[in-house]
Nanobody, 123 residues
Framework: QVQLVESGGGLVQAGGSLRLSCAAS????????MGWFRQAPGKEREFVAT????????FYADSVKGRFTISRDNAKNTVYLQMNSLKPEDTAVYYC????????????????WGQGTQVTVSS
């Protein structure tokens, strides 16, 4: 079993920055890809970013490419999402997730999920 706890969400003005953290505990954190997803009110959950277990490769949704950066520190069992140049359309609950295999953009392939952290971007 893996427990994931997100933090770092909040209210920020458009153009601002936030850094989300996802702390993992339980079974081995290192051997698994991590992903960030988000869900806005009335919309389906969507992929944001994913990173391989060694951190060597990362993939992003087109909507966040160039603005968001995913990273991980396996020694701290933590994955991060640095979000810059935030836009009102980035407003959503952000979830981190883990899967035992390689990186994936499909939320159905992730096994463990955090409870989410709210990000609100005002215009």
């Amino acid at each position: 079993q893996v427990q994931l706890v997100e933090s770092g969400g909040g209210l920020v003005q458009a153009g601002g920055s936030l850094r989300l953290s996802c702390a993992a505990s339980g079974r081995t954190f290192n051997f698994g890809a991590m992903g960030w997803f988000r869900q806005a009110p009335g919309k389906e959950r969507e992929f944001v970013a994913t990173i391989t277990w060694r951190g060597g490769s990362a993939f992003y949704a087109d909507s966040v490419k160039g603005r968001f950066t995913i990273s991980r520190d396996n020694a701290k069992n933590t994955v991060y999402l640095q979000m810059n140049s935030l836009k009102p359309e980035d407003t959503a609950v952000y979830y981190c997730a883990r899967r035992p295999g390689g990186a994936s953009v499909r939320d159905g392939e992730y096994e463990y999920w955090g409870q989410g952290t709210q990000v609100t971007v005002s215009s």
